[in-house]
């Protein structure tokens, strides 16, 4: 009888974790859950804000995004460091696209 009750209250948090996990991507400011079907347009932001960086190379894997006044966008990549013997890493890269003007990085995090 334990087991049974003990069963229900793990399959009542679980549905309560699926509904705030089905509905954090609609709260207001929130980042969406990353996904790795990155758009056009956060890999055309993506491209235009790093642009033109040197010294190591990010493959973009997975996107997560907030809309704000532009979108704000969290890149989760693999990194590869432009070394004799390239030294392979992973970043997230924020970036900031306005809705007039150019992408810009606003911050690389180490992971």
Known sequence: MIAHGVFNLIKSL????????????NLVG????YSCKI????????????NGILGVTYS???????VV????????CN??????YPNNGAAI????KALTGP?????????
Do not use: C, D, W
Request: proline share 3%.
């Open 69 to 76: 006044a532009g979108m704000n966008y969290k890149f989760f």
């Open 39 to 50: 758009s056009g347009e956060a890999e055309g932001a993506f491209k235009e804000a790093l």
């Open 14 to 25: 679980i549905n309560l974790n699926q509904i705030i996990m089905s509905n954090s991507s």
């Open 93 to 96: 890269v924020s970036v900031y």
């Open 79 to 84: 990194t590869q460091a432009a070394t004799r």
């Open 103 to 111: 992408a810009h990085i606003t911050h690389i995090q180490e992971v």
């Open 30 to 33: 929130a980042f969406s859950p």
């Open 60 to 66: 973009p894997v997975a996107v997560s995004q907030q």
